[in-house]
C-alpha cells in the first residue's frame, strides 16, 4: 500500500496542471521554430508552415519576418497579409520593429513573429521581443516565432564557454517552457557550412573573427548536441505532465528544494543559470537566496548592478526570491534551509583556502543533512578590478570634528583631575568619549577619537610630560591593548546601532502588516477595503497610491491619493497588467519608463485588479525588500477584495 501511495500523483501537481490547463484556453498557442545555429532554415520553415495554413483558410497575418534579402525566402512571403514594421529613429539610424498594437488591434489568429530573442530599440513599448509576443499570446491570438540554443538565458554561460563569443541577447526558459510546440529545424554541421561559404547563412553583428570562431566544426556540433537536448528534455516533460494528468502510476520522488546562494560577484549571473538548470533536471522548486548583512552598504555601484542583475535573471527563470537582511549571511542560509525543508544547496566554489574557513566551507559543515554543490566560476580580472569598494570611513566631517570635540573636551576634565586620579583610570576616562562616538555618531569618528585619546594620553598624562616620548616600554603593550578594546567596543556598538534600527523597521513594519491584515478581515465591501489599503500602505511608505478594478468592459480608477494623476498613458499601463497579469512600470522590464510601479492583484490564477505606486523616491521603492512587500501588499488585497465583492 505505502509502495501505491508513492507512485500515485501529488493532488496538488493535478490542481496545478488543471489550472495550466484553464488558464490556457484563454490564451494563444506558442509554436517555436528552434535551431542550434544561424542558417538552419528555421524561418524558411516557418513561413512555409504559414503558408499551408492561409491555403487552408487560416486568418494569419506576418507581424516581422526577417528574410535577409535571400530570394527562396521573400518568396514565401507573396500573397500574405504583412503588418507594416514600427519605424523608430535612434541616433540618426531608423530600426523596424514589430507593431505590437496594430497586431492586436488587427487580430488575427496566427501571427509570425521571427528572431524571438531580438532587442527592441530603445523607447519601444517592450525591452525585449519575447515581452511583445507574450502580449500578442494574451490577447488568445497564436504566434509563430524562430530562435537559437545559444539565446537561451541558461545556456549563456555554456556557450560562451563553446564559442568564445558572449551572446547578449537572451530568452528566459521559461517563456521557452510555455511553448506548446517547439519543432526542431535541423542540419548536419557539414551542410551548414557549405551554406556559409556560398553565402546563404546571415551572421548578424558577427565580425569576420567572430564568425570563423563560431562557425567551427566542433562548436557546431556542442551546439546541436544542446539543441537536440533541449527538444528530448521538452518532449520528457510533456511525457511527465501527461502521465501525472492521467493520474498514471509512475515513480513521482519527493519534491527537491533547491537554494542558490547569491552574491554581489562578477559570476553571480553564471551561478544562478547553473542552478536553475540543476533545478530543472531535478525538476525541483528553486529560490535565489541574499542576505543583505551591514557590508551591503560598503557595495559599489558595479557589485550592486552585478547583484541586481543576478537575482532580476533568477526571477526571469522562474525561482523564487528571497532577500533578508543579518547580522551573518553563514547563519541566515542555515536558518532558512532549516526552515524552509531545502534539500540542496548551490554556491560559489571558493578561490582561495587560508586559516579561516569561507562561507562555503561554514554552511558545509553546518548543513549535515543537505547536498551542497560548488560551483567553479571564472573571474573576468577587468570585471574584478571594477568592484571598487566604497570606503570604509563614510561618515560626514561634521560627525569627526564632534568626536574630537568630545575627545578635547573629556582631556581638560582629564588634566583637571589629573593628582586626584591614577594613570589607569584617566585612560579609562579618556575611552568614555570613544564609546559614546561609537554608539551616537559612527565607527569612523570612534577610531579617530580613540587614536586622538591616546596621543593625547601619552602628551599629558605619561613621562616625560609634554611629549609624546615614552621612558618605559611597558606603555607600548597597555596602547597596544587600549586600542584593541578601543575598536572591538566600536564595532560592538556600532552594529548595535544598526540593529536597533533595523529591529525598530522592522517592528514598525511588522506593525503596519498586522493593522493591515486584521483591518481587511473586519473590512464588510470593498470600498472599506480600499480605503483601508491606501491608509495603511502610505503609512508603510511614504508614496502615492492608485487602485483600478475591472467595470465591465473597462478599468476604473476606484481609489487614489491626490498625488496620483491619471491620465490616458497611466490608463494604458493598467489595462496592460490586467490583461497580461504581469507587472509593469518602473522597477520591471515591461514599461520600464513608466514613473509608477503597477503589480497585478492576484488571487492565484485569477486577476482581480491593479495597484499603482507612484514616489518620488523611487529608486528606494523597487529595491527587492520593498517589492516584496509591494506584491504582499497587492496579493492581501486582492483576496480581501475577492472575498467582499458581490457574486
Known amino acids: 500500500m505505502a509502495d501505491e501511495e508513492y507512485k500515485r500523483p501529488s493532488p496538488d501537481k493535478l490542481l496545478k496542471l488543471?489550472?495550466?490547463?484553464?488558464?490556457?484556453?484563454?490564451?494563444g498557442r506558442l509554436t517555436v521554430y528552434f535551431g542550434f545555429a544561424p542558417g538552419v532554415g528555421k524561418t524558411f520553415a516557418m513561413l512555409n508552415d504559414a503558408r499551408l495554413h492561409k491555403s487552408e483558410g487560416a486568418d494569419m497575418v506576418v507581424g516581422y519576418a526577417e528574410t535577409h534579402g535571400r530570394k527562396e525566402t521573400d518568396a514565401l512571403l507573396e500573397g500574405l497579409e504583412i503588418i507594416q514594421p514600427l519605424t523608430i529613429e535612434y541616433m540618426g539610424v531608423k530600426l523596424r520593429e514589430l507593431d505590437t498594437a496594430k497586431v492586436l488591434e488587427r487580430k488575427p489568429a496566427l501571427v509570425?513573429?521571427?528572431?524571438?530573442?531580438?532587442?527592441?530599440?530603445?523607447?519601444?513599448?517592450?525591452?525585449?521581443?519575447?515581452?511583445?509576443i507574450e502580449e500578442i499570446l494574451n490577447a488568445g491570438i497564436d504566434v509563430y516565432t524562430t530562435v537559437n540554443v545559444q539565446h537561451i538565458e541558461s545556456l549563456n554561460d555554456i556557450i560562451s564557454q563553446i564559442t568564445g563569443i558572449r551572446v547578449r541577447e537572451t530568452v528566459p526558459d521559461t517563456f521557452i517552457e510555455s511553448a506548446q510546440e517547439i519543432k526542431l529545424i535541423d542540419l548536419t554541421p557539414e551542410e551548414l557550412l557549405n551554406r556559409l561559404a556560398e553565402g546563404k547563412v546571415y551572421v548578424k553583428d558577427m565580425a569576420g573573427l567572430a564568425v570563423n570562431s563560431f562557425f567551427r566544426s566542433g562548436n557546431l556540433f556542442a551546439l546541436r548536441q544542446l539543441a537536440l537536448r533541449i527538444v528530448a528534455d521538452r518532449v520528457d516533460e510533456r511525457m511527465r505532465g501527461y502521465m501525472q494528468a492521467h493520474a498514471i502510476a509512475g515513480p513521482w520522488p519527493a519534491r527537491e528544494f533547491v537554494l542558490v546562494a547569491v552574491y554581489a560577484s562578477p559570476y553571480a549571473e553564471k551561478l544562478v543559470r547553473s542552478?536553475?538548470?540543476?533545478?530543472?533536471?531535478?525538476?525541483?522548486?528553486?529560490?535565489?537566496?541574499?542576505?543583505?548583512?551591514?557590508?551591503?552598504?560598503?557595495?559599489?555601484?558595479?557589485e550592486i548592478e552585478w547583484l541586481d542583475r543576478a537575482m532580476d535573471l533568477a526571477k526571469k527563470l522562474g525561482a523564487?526570491?528571497?532577500?533578508?537582511?543579518?547580522?551573518?549571511?553563514?547563519?541566515?542560509?542555515?536558518?532558512?534551509?532549516?526552515?524552509?525543508?531545502?534539500?540542496?544547496?548551490?554556491?560559489?566554489?571558493?578561490?582561495?583556502?587560508?586559516?579561516?574557513?569561507?562561507?562555503?566551507?561554514?554552511?558545509?559543515?553546518?548543513t549535515p543533512n543537505v547536498d551542497v554543490y560548488m560551483i567553479d566560476a571564472k573571474i573576468d580580472s577587468e570585471k574584478s578590478r571594477l568592484a571598487i569598494r566604497k570606503p570604509l570611513i563614510t561618515s560626514s566631517p561634521k560627525k569627526y570634528a564632534v568626536g574630537v570635540l568630545a575627545v578635547t573636551v573629556m582631556s581638560f576634565v582629564a588634566f583637571l583631575l589629573r593628582n586626584s586620579l591614577s594613570q589607569i583610570n584617566l585612560l579609562f576616562l579618556l575611552l568614555?568619549?570613544?564609546?559614546?562616538?561609537?554608539?551616537?555618531?559612527?565607527?569612523?569618528p570612534s577610531f579617530v577619537s580613540a587614536i586622538l585619546s591616546l596621543l593625547i594620553f601619552d602628551y599629558l598624562f605619561v613621562k616625560p610630560y609634554y611629549s609624546f616620548a615614552i621612558s618605559d616600554t611597558g606603555y607600548f603593550f597597555s596602547y597596544t591593548l587600549y586600542m584593541a578594546i578601543a575598536i572591538v567596543i566600536s564595532n560592538l556598538a556600532y552594529k548595535l546601532r544598526n540593529k536597533i534600527g533595523s529591529l525598530k523597521r522592522s517592528e514598525a513594519r511588522n506593525i503596519a502588516f498586522y493593522g493591515l491584515s486584521r483591518?481587511?478581515?473586519?473590512?464588510?465591501?470593498?470600498?472599506?477595503?480600499?480605503?483601508?489599503?491606501?491608509?495603511?500602505?502610505?503609512?508603510?511608505?511614504?508614496?502615492?497610491?492608485?487602485?483600478?478594478?475591472?467595470?465591465?468592459?473597462?478599468?476604473?480608477?476606484?481609489?487614489?491619493?491626490?498625488g496620483f494623476e491619471i491620465n490616458d498613458k497611466v490608463q494604458g499601463?493598467?489595462?496592460?497588467?490586467?490583461?497580461?497579469?504581469?507587472?509593469?512600470?518602473?522597477?520591471?522590464?515591461?514599461?520600464?519608463?513608466?514613473?509608477?510601479?503597477?503589480?497585478?492583484?492576484?488571487?492565484?490564477?485569477?486577476?482581480?485588479?491593479?495597484?499603482?505606486?507612484?514616489?518620488?523616491?523611487?529608486?528606494?521603492?523597487?529595491?527587492?525588500?520593498?517589492?516584496?512587500?509591494?506584491?504582499?501588499?497587492?496579493?492581501?488585497g486582492a483576496m480581501a477584495i475577492e472575498r467582499n465583492r458581490p457574486k
Open 18 to 27: 488543471s489550472q495550466q490547463a484553464e488558464a490556457s484556453k484563454h490564451r
Open 573 to 636: 499601463v493598467a489595462a496592460w497588467v490586467l490583461l497580461n497579469k504581469q507587472a509593469a512600470g518602473h522597477g520591471t522590464s515591461r514599461l520600464p519608463q513608466e514613473r509608477g510601479t503597477y503589480l497585478p492583484m492576484m488571487v492565484e490564477d485569477t486577476i482581480i485588479g491593479v495597484i499603482g505606486f507612484l514616489s518620488d523616491n523611487s529608486e528606494q521603492m523597487i529595491h527587492p525588500e520593498n517589492m516584496a512587500v509591494m506584491e504582499t501588499i497587492a496579493r492581501l
Open 432 to 444: 568614555l568619549p570613544v564609546i559614546v562616538s561609537a554608539i551616537y555618531i559612527g565607527r569612523g
Open 275 to 302: 542552478a536553475f538548470r540543476f533545478a530543472n533536471e531535478l525538476n525541483a522548486e528553486w529560490i535565489a537566496f541574499y542576505a543583505e548583512t551591514e557590508g551591503h552598504k560598503k557595495l559599489s555601484a558595479q
Open 519 to 562: 483591518d481587511l478581515v473586519t473590512a464588510g465591501n470593498v470600498e472599506q477595503v480600499l480605503a483601508i489599503l491606501v491608509r495603511h500602505t502610505t503609512q508603510i511608505f511614504r508614496c502615492d497610491l492608485a487602485i483600478f478594478l475591472p467595470s465591465g468592459d473597462k478599468l476604473a480608477v476606484k481609489t487614489k491619493t491626490a
Open 112 to 132: 509570425i513573429v521571427d528572431e524571438l530573442a531580438h532587442t527592441n530599440a530603445p523607447g519601444s513599448h517592450n525591452a525585449k521581443r519575447y515581452m511583445d
Open 320 to 366: 523564487g526570491v528571497v532577500w533578508i537582511k543579518a547580522d551573518d549571511v553563514v547563519q541566515a542560509i542555515v536558518d532558512y534551509i532549516r526552515d524552509n525543508n531545502v534539500t540542496k544547496i548551490v554556491m560559489g566554489k571558493s578561490r582561495h583556502f587560508g586559516l579561516f574557513p569561507s562561507i562555503s566551507q561554514k554552511v558545509l559543515t553546518r
